[in-house]
Each structure stands twice: as structure tokens, then as C-alpha cells.
């Protein structure tokens, strides 16, 4: 069965810190497809970034990076220096192509990151 | 590109009445559509998947006579809530993804809208 885990629920920081958001998932696919979201007190969710499983690179994009790890089923976020605009509701989520599935996206339950000044 | 436009943005509802909610891709054409549901401090969560011209195919536990998805075109998907009750109360929102494999699995998702019944 596939499954999103974020086990922190609320993470509260200083501006500055540094931050890590962690997401570990669950599918029996070989190909799958692994992203992060922000939704910021707005609601619209905001598409940070897409990864495939046989690409397990990490990737650095200004103060974010990630870590992909297949061999632990993570698929972790840091934020370097964080600031008060980062302050928002962070998802993992997780999409499969098997027996015909439409690619539908599994999430997280989210984790809320309070940066403070 | 990729933008997906919900309406409205917010609506607020006597119990007993029905809503529509519109989800409109405006600059690609949209295979399939996603409905979400997410209520206050959760997750997102599946609510239904329409292909344009066939019956949305619903997750478990959605009742498909009170929610009610039309997807007319490939950049138009509507989704009804008849008879709204209170604990209909909720953020729906609405993605769009064009293709139908490998990494064409991209999703775009709308603004949301935040519905309150009364």
C-alpha cells in the first residue's frame, strides 16, 4: 500500500536556523514520483519541487535542498537560513503508476514550520 | 504557463442548498482532473479523479450522488455538493495534469476554495 509518513507535526525555528522536513514513504512501484508542496496561510498550494524514483541526485535550489534516499524511503527538505516567509504548511507527496492508476497524489500529512524573528 | 483558476475562491452557504465549484485549466488542456478535499489543520485528500468525457471514478467513502464532477471539456471540471450540510464545510481544491504518462505526471493545482455551510 502506499503511504506518506511526516512525522513532525509542527516544527517552530529561529530565523537563521537551519531546518529539516522529513518525509518517508511507502509504494510497491518501481516507478514513482516523489514532491514536496508549500501551502502558506493562503491556502494555494505552491509545487517546490518533482522527482523521479530512478533519479536519486539530490538537489539544491537556492536555500532548499533535498535528499533522496531509496534505500531508507526518505525524501527529506532542508531549508538553510531560514526565514520568516518560509513559515508555512510543508507536504510530501507521493504518486504511482501501477496497474493502471492515474498518478493521483498521495500527501503527507504535512508539517507546519513557524519561523520566528 | 500551467495555471489552473478555481470559482469562487470562497463561498458561504445555507445548509440544504447546492454549490458549484469551477475548475478551469487556462492555458493547457487537461486530460484528468483531481478533486481534493482538505479540512482545517489536514491533509489533502482525494476526493475524486474525472477523465473529460467519462463518469469521475471516486475514493472510497465519497458519496458520488452528493458530490457531483462534470468534466465537460479537457479545461473545464465542475464539482456539485448538493444539498450542503455543515460538516461539508471544507477547503476543495482542484488539479489538473496533462498527459497520461511517465513525466507527464505533473500536476497544477487551483487556488482552492473555501466553502462554509451555514
Known amino acids: 500500500a502506499q503511504k506518506v509518513t511526516q512525522a513532525q507535526t509542527e516544527i517552530s525555528v529561529v530565523e537563521k536556523e537551519d531546518v529539516t522536513l522529513d518525509c518517508v514513504y511507502e509504494t510497491r512501484d518501481t516507478t514513482y514520483y516523489l514532491f514536496w508542496y508549500k501551502q502558506p496561510p493562503s491556502g494555494e498550494l505552491v509545487f517546490l519541487i518533482r522527482?523521479?524514483?530512478?533519479?536519486?541526485q539530490n538537489e539544491i535550489s537556492g536555500r532548499y535542498s533535498w535528499n533522496f534516499q531509496k534505500s531508507t524511503s526518505s525524501f527529506n527538505f532542508t531549508i538553510t537560513a531560514s526565514q520568516v516567509v518560509d513559515s508555512a504548511v510543508y507536504f510530501c507527496a507521493l504518486s504511482e503508476h501501477y496497474g493502471g492508476s492515474q498518478g493521483n497524489l498521495i500527501f503527507g500529512k504535512g508539517t507546519k514550520l513557524s519561523v520566528k524573528p | 504557463g500551467a495555471v489552473v483558476s478555481q470559482h469562487p475562491s470562497w463561498v458561504i452557504c445555507k445548509s440544504g442548498t447546492s454549490v458549484k465549484i469551477e475548475c478551469r485549466s487556462l492555458d493547457f488542456q487537461a486530460t484528468t482532473m483531481f478533486w481534493y478535499r482538505q479540512f482545517p489543520k489536514q491533509s489533502l485528500m482525494l476526493m475524486a479523479t474525472?477523465?473529460?468525457?467519462?463518469?469521475?471514478?471516486?475514493e472510497q467513502g465519497v458519496e458520488k450522488d452528493k458530490f457531483l464532477i462534470n468534466h465537460a471539456s479537457l479545461t473545464l471540471s465542475t464539482l456539485t455538493v448538493t444539498s450542503a450540510h455543515p460538516e461539508d464545510s471544507s477547503f476543495y481544491i482542484c488539479?489538473?495534469?496533462?498527459?497520461?504518462?511517465?513525466?507527464?505526471?505533473?500536476?497544477?493545482f487551483g487556488p482552492g476554495t473555501r466553502l462554509t455551510v451555514t
Open positions: 522527482r523521479n524514483s530512478f533519479d536519486e
Open positions: 488539479s489538473a495534469r496533462v498527459g497520461t504518462s511517465g513525466s507527464s505526471y505533473e500536476q497544477y
Open positions: 474525472s477523465n473529460e468525457g467519462s463518469k469521475a471514478t471516486y
